[in-house]
């Protein structure tokens, strides 16, 4: 059991990881990396909807109609979504407000349907609860990355707290959305490069031959 | 033909049911608190306007320090908001304003003196702008410049101007022209609607 625990992470966060891999879920790593606190607080609201999706999905598969599967897999989702924005918006008002719409936008994020329908769907629960962390790990662990590099050198700051000093020229260029597409690109090339796909490869090795 | 079947109706009714149930029930343990924090944030913007910010931040102080400061009344059909200092003299207006800016509506709050002639606050209540570049208005370093600047209660357009002007009151936020020209045009649009339509009102009162 922990070396499966240990596989479905290590596939989760590296070797088959939702954004660098997958690119999924890339509409919200661009639009909520420009500061590390609220990349951090997605990345907890989608590591428990996935995970919760996930195992709710595996718990109902076995008695769900095939053909509408999606259907309730939206409404799942979406269910635990409005959970999310709920208890932001009652407990924790600031940061409700700094992600505005993303929050309710974690409904279409193609990681949480994508595990829904290829993991749990064919997995038992505890697998796929923990699968749907595991993806949401990688998620969380992406935009961190990346809101580390837009934040320290657009605002001169880490989670708000000035690091770079008065003399830093902020680079506005890496608040706005194409700095984050740039991070995400080169994040991209360096996970092709470095770090081996499922099955032992390294996706950036072939090319020309 | 595919059989009909009513299963996957059925289905669907007892998840969403289920469900349905579930967010009523927790939103009925957290309305109060929301309604509560927002509230709240409206009670402290409205003190934010006035330079009377208080450094308890808890629900109880700030809701009665709003009590001494803001009432609200009502000028020919506008709301509209007296501000009052610790003695219980009436020292401003508050006028809410709104308009679009860059990515969508924008509403605040603009307190003014008694006579018209001096802006003593501004605060943002909601707006879509851009993190990091238009949401920016949202920092003290650009709203605080707002307090006591002068304007002209009979200027018909330009009651805000932005520097390098001659005539500038406020540096616009780099980066965001769109949002800063944004602010501009709501808040000489609403104070020109507010000067022509609702100061006489006040002024005859």
């Not at chain 2, 929301?34 to 931040?57: A, C, R």
Request: net charge negative.
């Amino acid at each position: 059991m922990i070396r499966k625990i240990k596989n479905i992470f290590s596939l989760g966060v590296f070797k088959d990881n939702p954004v660098t891999r997958q690119i999924l879920g890339i509409c919200s790593a661009l639009a909520v990396t420009n500061l590390l606190i609220n990349s951090l607080v997605m990345g907890i609201g989608l590591i428990f909807v996935a995970s919760f999706s996930s195992l709710t999905v595996s718990i109902i598969r076995k008695f769900t109609p095939k053909h509408i599967r999606m259907m309730v897999q939206t409404l799942i989702i979406s269910a635990y979504v409005i959970i999310v924005d709920i208890v932001l918006k009652a407990y924790w008002p600031a940061m409700s407000e700094a992600l505005g719409p993303y929050v309710g936008l974690i409904i279409t994020n193609c990681i949480i349907m994508g595990r829904c329908e290829v993991f749990a769907q064919n997995n038992p629960p505890l697998t796929s609860f923990i699968d749907g962390i595991a993806s949401g790990v990688g998620y969380s662990a992406v935009l961190l990355f990346i809101a580390f590099f837009r934040e320290l050198l657009g605002f001169g700051s880490l989670f708000g707290i000035n690091i770079l000093g008065e003399d830093w020229t902020n680079w506005v260029f890496m608040i706005m959305p194409p700095g984050a597409f740039f991070m995400l690109g080169i994040l991209i090339w360096i996970a092709n490069t470095y770090i081996p796909d499922k099955d032992g490869n390294i996706p950036a090795s072939g090319g020309a031959k | 033909m595919k059989k009909f079947t009513l299963k996957p109706i059925l289905f669907m009714v007892v998840v969403t049911v289920f469900y349905t149930s579930v967010l009523a029930g927790i939103n009925a343990i957290t309305i109060e608190r929301i309604e509560l924090n927002e509230q709240l944030s409206d009670q402290l913007s409205f003190l934010y306007v006035l330079d009377k910010l208080p450094e308890d931040k808890s629900a109880g102080n700030v809701n009665e320090l709003y009590e001494t400061h803001v009432k609200e009344i009502e000028i020919k059909g506008r709301r509209l908001f007296e501000g009052y200092s610790e003695e219980g003299e009436l020292i401003a207006y508050i006028v809410p304003i709104s308009g679009g800016a860059v990515w969508g509506e924008l509403r605040g709050l603009v307190s003014l003196s008694t006579d018209f002639e001096e802006v003593l606050g501004i605060e943002f209540l909601s707006h879509n702008e851009t993190p990091g570049l238009g949401a920016r208005i949202d920092e003290e370093s650009f709203k605080e410049q707002f307090r006591g600047i002068e304007i002209d209660p009979d200027e018909s357009e330009e009651f805000l101007v932005y520097r390098p002007d001659p005539d500038g009151q406020v540096d616009a936020i780099s980066g965001a022209t769109g949002t800063s020209n944004a602010v501009r045009d709501i808040f000489n649009n609403n104070m020109q609607e507010f000067m022509s339509e609702t100061r006489e009102a006040l002024e005859n009162d």
